[in-house]
């Protein structure tokens, strides 16, 4: 079965200071990994994605995220923070199937702040 | 960029009462899902649905619960009887026929709110 785990249900960092939000999955097959930001009071936003092409994939506002194979790791990270950047942040993973049915499982989420 | 609508974006409703809740897919989309999220939780599914039927629902999915395509743009979702436990944040979610990715598209979300 698939599992996301976020560590940090709650994440400061300063502005311009690196953002780290980490992600371990779990899953018996090769997975899709995604990112979401979701802004108060608002719905989904897909950040960025992971096909099983570049292991390194970049994403909306700077953002990117690394999968490790070896250590079950999407790890999302930004170089410079940004008071935009508070929000809640979700690691999700979807597996391809034989047949037409998926569905994603989402973390529980990291919400950043971003300190002044 | 087409994006999936859902309406309405509150919906208020009081225990017992019926609500529907209404989603428009992109166009050329052929899978779609109910996810839902209670607040300060993550976001849990609910049901996926591929070519008129249901292909996988949640525990969650009860005989309370249940997803129509009425016609060929929107996609329903009907909680019969509304619980205080049913508040929540219900997104809408779509997805291309060709599953390069699995990536699903979300709607803005319906906030329902059960007094």
């Known amino acids: 079965a698939q599992s996301v785990t976020q560590l940090g249900s709650h994440v400061s960092v300063s502005e311009g200071a690196l953002v780290l939000l980490r992600c371990n999955y779990s899953?018996?097959?090769?997975?899709?990994l995604f990112w979401y930001v979701q802004y108060p009071n608002q719905g989904l936003q897909l950040l960025l994605k992971y096909t099983s092409a570049a292991t390194l994939v970049k994403g909306i506002n700077g953002f990117e995220a690394e999968f490790k194979k070896s250590e079950t790791s999407f790890h999302l990270t930004k170089p410079s923070a940004h008071m935009s950047d508070a929000a809640e942040y979700f690691c999700a993973v979807n597996t391809p199937g034989m047949n037409r049915d998926d569905k994603i499982i989402f973390g529980k989420g990291t919400r950043l702040h971003i300190l002044p | 960029e087409p994006e999936v609508t859902q309406t309405p974006s509150h919906q208020v409703t009081q225990m017992g009462q019926e609500v529907i809740l209404r989603c428009v897919p992109i166009?050329?989309?052929?899978?779609f899902y109910w996810y839902r999220q209670i607040l300060g939780q993550k976001v849990e599914f609910l049901v996926s649905f591929y070519n008129n039927e249901i292909s996988e629902k949640s525990e969650i999915f009860d005989d309370q619960f249940s997803v129509e395509r009425p016609d060929g743009s929107n996609f329903t979702l009907k909680i019969r009887s509304t619980k205080l436990e049913d508040s929540a944040m219900y997104f809408c979610?779509?997805?291309?026929?060709?599953?390069?990715?699995?990536?699903?598209?979300f709607g803005p979300g319906t906030r329902l709110t059960v007094t």
């Open positions: 166009s050329n989309h052929l899978y």
């Open positions: 979610a779509s997805s291309p026929p060709l599953r390069s990715s699995y990536e699903q598209y």
């Open positions: 899953s018996s097959v090769p997975p899709y």
